[in-house]
């Protein structure tokens, strides 16, 4: 029976260090961010992990900025969620983590992209006509809003047992409302971030 007992001690402390050595939250800094309308943006991120090998993220974003390289004053900002899920094949506890996972395409904002809309009908004198399918949108800041989901790759790196650097990209699709417009696009996102474990 005693040692049953310090078997138990032995096996419950052990628990509670490895617990203690291990956390499983994390919040980090994105100082990065960059998605298929904007080069800059900034952002947060929360991750709770799950057993040795599944993590539930939530990364939010505010990205801004030129969107057009041609055109200097094409200006686009959006607001982001993407919660996700992620899987680390060799676990989560080594120095360098890889983990692949599908994070959803939450996004609103707005642009002044001066782009084409689909062939609409007027009236003129009574009769109605098709308008010219390069009906231009005026270039104003215009609602844009789009969902889907991006195939997401992420590579950390703990370089303490409290800190990691980290480096996320997915690649994906989403359905964009723009305007009169509205379908399915590419969607595209790269995120560094800097996190603190507790």
């Known amino acids: 029976m005693k040692h049953l007992l310090i078997i138990a001690i032995v096996i419950v402390t052990s628990l509670q260090t490895e617990a203690k050595d291990n956390p499983k939250n994390s919040l980090s800094i994105i100082p990065v961010s960059v998605t298929h309308h904007t080069a800059t943006g900034v952002g947060i991120q929360y991750e709770r992990i799950i057993g040795t090998k599944l993590s539930l993220a939530l990364p939010v974003s505010y990205t801004f900025g030129n969107s057009n390289p041609c055109d200097a004053t094409v200006k686009t900002h959006m607001g982001y969620a993407n919660p996700g899920m992620k899987y680390y094949p060799a676990g989560n506890s080594r120095i360098v983590n890889y983990a692949v996972g599908v994070s959803a395409v939450i996004g609103r904002g707005n642009s002044n992209c001066c782009s084409e809309?689909?062939?609409?009908?007027?009236?003129?004198?009574?009769?109605?006509?098709?308008?010219?399918?390069?009906?231009?949108?005026?270039?104003?800041?215009?609602?844009?809003?789009?969902?889907?989901?991006?195939?997401?790759?992420?590579?950390?790196?703990?370089?303490?047992?409290?800190?990691?650097?980290?480096?996320?990209?997915?690649?994906?699709t989403a359905f964009v409302k723009y305007a009169a417009q509205q379908g399915w696009d590419a969607a595209f996102q790269f995120n560094i971030r800097v996190g603190y474990k507790f």
């Open 117 to 172: 809309i689909n062939p609409t009908l007027s009236e003129e004198g009574g009769s109605t006509k098709q308008a010219d399918s390069k009906t231009p949108i005026e270039k104003r800041f215009t609602p844009l809003s789009e969902n889907g989901v991006l195939l997401t790759n992420s590579l950390s790196v703990n370089v303490s047992n409290r800190l990691l650097v980290a480096g996320d990209a997915g690649i994906g």
